[in-house]
T-cell receptor
């Protein structure tokens, strides 16, 4: 059974700090890796996708993928209170499997 | 990304009744999916909506309970049948585009009383 594991949190960081969110997955054939942000009461919003080993940067966000370790992470630099949300890791080959999400709280 | 319109956005339904949720996309997409998100939980895939053929259901979900239609490449419906309070969830329509990136509709918040 495909599994995607995330620490449920909450992860609390002060404004301006780096938030580090982690995710591990069980299915070695997974080829697509995504991070979604979900505000309370809203639907998930895609913020990063990564397909090959290494780092991918987009603005304040950096996704890191290590297929050998079956590990994917998301770094948020200069965290803002508006980044406070639940971050969902999703892993896929033909369909996506979602983790339970990590709640991030950024305090002013 | 595609614009996905899902309705209704929320509903309160009596147990034993059925609710049909609609998902409309502003462009043709190959893959459409239906997810459920129970309170405090992550997303669980219910089924893949296949255009012109029966939906492909995930383990634990059956057609009699969650019939799905996909008459064309821009529209799909999910019906939650014979509802019970355990069906109270957010139901999400999703479409897949380039490189398997999935985008979501606004969701339908269903409460069964």
């Amino acid at each position: 059974q495909k599994e995607v594991e995330q620490n449920s949190g909450p992860l609390s960081v002060p404004e301006g700090a780096i938030a580090s969110l982690n995710c591990t997955y069980s299915d070695r054939v997974s080829q697509s890796f995504f991070w979604y942000r979900q505000y309370s009461g809203k639907s998930p919003e895609l913020i990063m996708s990564i397909y090959s080993n290494g780092d991918k940067e987009d603005g304040r966000f950096t996704a890191q993928l290590n297929k050998a370790s079956q590990y994917v992470s998301l770094l948020i630099r200069d965290s803002q209170p508006s980044d406070s949300a639940t971050y969902l890791c999703a892993v896929g080959y033909s369909t996506l499997t979602f983790g339970k999400g990590t709640m991030l709280l950024v305090s002013p | 990304s595609a614009v996905i319109s899902q309705k209704p956005s929320r509903d309160i339904c009596q147990r034993g009744t059925s609710l049909t949720i609609q998902c409309q996309v502003d462009s043709q997409v190959t893959m459409m999916f239906w997810y459920r998100q129970q309170p405090g939980q992550s997303l669980t895939l219910i089924a893949t909506a296949n255009q012109g053929s029966e939906a492909t259901y995930e383990s634990g979900f059956v057609i009699d309970k969650f019939p799905i239609s996909r008459p064309n490449l821009t529209f799909s419906t999910l019906t939650v049948s014979n509802m019970s309070p355990e069906d109270s969830s957010i139901y999400l329509c999703s479409v897949e585009q380039l490189n398997t990136e999935a985008f979501f509709g606004q969701g339908t918040r269903l409460t069964v009383v």
